[in-house]
């Protein structure tokens, strides 16, 4: 199904505005795709049926099937299209999945690949539990000075990168990346769940690949898990749809359309998480007892350079170190926050604070700090009021906390 206006042009905001409407019947559109939940598709005549099945053997990405997804699924990818660029977007049932989907998609027994060693922890797990017993063999490496070229083998297919990396924020170098990745005819992946396609664009950068975890900024409400594969080239695209199918991943209409809800203030909520962001992590620089501040948008950060050549903005992730505090130290300034809660993910409106396991520091080459390190996601409250926060955790946390984090 093609409707003119999902091909919508100008710059990202506009696109991410207008891909997918929805087309006019008998002169009048709704603004919103409906929710078109089904099973089954019905066709009109055997005939009909024929040609379906036959456009969607030839690549064609038209549903014969509920679980190929609907009308409100195809102006999702639409939409996401629109903010990666690529061929083709795949739609899966978290972020997750849309990584082991990259991974089964493009991997057979006895293939190597090469992983960034800031990448999200869950995939060290994927690592253990499935790749390893498939014969497929990971190295993790930090891509700097060439050590990512000298991992590459005879048989290593795939890089699978993330940049920034998880919990530091560590940026790589993308382009050089893609150039090493062509010259050696190895296939490119990257999660782009920090930029979220408004702020880098991997696929313009010569990546192949390029996974989202929609659950984060792209749905931004914190209300729906997703995730996203989206393709820079058919051949890729052929390969990623073969394993979509297979395995069956699909998503329901209805977090299809929470997705694309959210999406379409993606840029405003963005530039104010950075906004916020940006305040909160320049407060945080000047507090006694706070060490390094992660947060690629300053200039003390390690990745600073590149994220500006590379980068159209920050999101609302910072970290930051406790000098010389323990794991307990962290978890009272944690627990005397008020506005930002205690959990897991990010990319929602609100404030969210994890104390980062030590054992995850340890995997990234880049951490050479003392101290513990607290994971904030600054969300979209009023930035004087989550200071306001921070301060008041920082100075209540007891005395027992306040005397490790004297060292
Ligand atoms: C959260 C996250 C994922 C996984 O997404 P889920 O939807 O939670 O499965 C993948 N990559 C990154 C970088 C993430 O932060």
Known sequence: MTHDVRQASGALATRIVHAGSPPFVNGTAPVNVPVERTSTVRHASTAAQHEVHARRKAGENVASYGRHGSQTHRALEDALLALEGGVRAFLVPSGLSAISLTFLALLS???HVIVTDSIYAPVRRLDAALLQRLGIELSYVAPADGQLEAAIRPHTRLIYT??????LYEIYDLPAIARVARRHDIVLATDNTWASGILFRPLDAGADISVLAATKYV???SDVMLG????RTDAVAARIAAAHDVLGLTIGADDAYLALRGVRTLPVRMAQHQHNATHVAQWLQTQPGVGRVYYPALPEDPGHALWKRDFKGANGLVSFVLEGADVRAAEHVADALRLFAIGASWGGYESLVTVVA?????DHAQWNQAGAVL???VGLEDADDLIADLAQALQRAPAAALHAIGG
């Open 109 to 111: 027994p006895g293939d």
């Open 162 to 167: 993330e940049s920034p990396g998880s919990l």
């Open 219 to 221: 749905a931004g409400h």
């Open 228 to 231: 996203a594969v989206i393709a």
């Open 358 to 362: 030590p054992e995850r520091l340890d």
């Open 375 to 377: 994971r904030l996601h």
